[in-house]
């Protein structure tokens, strides 16, 4: 296994467009968690799975986020009508135990 | 809730010199300490942890300390190379079935050989 994977790397949309990014964990976690990282700041969490439920969300996880864990393997994580301050690097980790295993990370720019 | 502050945001060594990025949390209900480095176009790469049962841990030439008592923990770099430039991330977490992690904002460590 090469640890998580994230789809696509990069990403440009338009003002007002959908836009939706998968995570593919590392197969044996049950965990999987998305963040959300601008430029010089921490990654702030938006969400978590355990398996297939979504057990928290984050404030910052407006009514234009959704992510979904169907059958507890790969998320996706869709952003509807989307902002410019939804420009931001987005990360997936997914872990077993404590430890959290991030993946490359997706850059969504909006334009 | 949590909230983390990393301090320095910036740090620059000499080759071979130690390094050492400090945090403190505010939840005393936290007690699993992570340490990440990022290098440009990664993500974070989880490089030492401590819980909150243990004082300090070591890894070659990093190693963790937390005081608990004072909210505080520690990452120490020794013998530094230009390999270990990069931004580090403290992160503090309650327990396993806390999704939630909350990070520090970084500190970007720049080794000069």
């Known amino acids: 296994d090469t640890g998580v994977s994230q789809d696509p790397r990069h990403k440009i949309t338009k003002r007002g467009q959908n836009v939706t990014f998968r995570c593919d964990p590392i197969?044996?976690?049950?965990?999987l968690y998305w963040y959300r990282q601008t430029l010089g700041q921490g990654p702030e969490f938006l969400t978590y799975?355990?398996?297939?439920?979504?057990?928290?969300k984050s404030r910052l996880l407006s009514d234009r986020f959704s992510a979904e864990r169907p059958k507890g393997s790969f998320s996706t994580l869709e952003i509807q009508r989307t902002e410019q301050g939804d420009s931001a690097m987005y990360l997936c980790?997914?872990?077993?135990?404590?430890?959290?295993?991030f993946g490359p990370g997706t850059r969504l720019t909006v334009t | 809730g949590e909230n983390v502050e990393q301090h320095p945001s910036t740090l620059s060594v000499q080759e071979g010199d130690s390094a050492v990025i400090k945090c403190t949390y505010s939840d005393s209900a936290s007690n699993y300490f992570p340490w990440y480095k990022q290098e440009l176009g990664k993500g974070p790469q989880l490089i030492i942890d401590?819980?909150?049962?243990?004082g300090e841990k070591k890894d070659q030439r990093i190693a963790v300390t937390l005081n608990k008592t004072a909210k505080h923990f520690s990452l120490h770099i020794t013998e530094t190379q230009p390999e270990d430039s990069a931004v580090y991330f403290c992160a503090a977490k309650r327990n396993l079935n806390a999704g939630k992690s909350t990070f520090g904002d970084g500190t970007t460590l720049t080794v000069k050989p």
């Open positions: 799975f355990q398996n297939e439920a979504q057990l928290e």
């Open positions: 980790a997914s872990s077993s135990t404590m430890e959290q295993y």
């Open positions: 197969s044996e976690h049950n965990r």
């Open positions: 401590i819980r909150s049962n243990v």
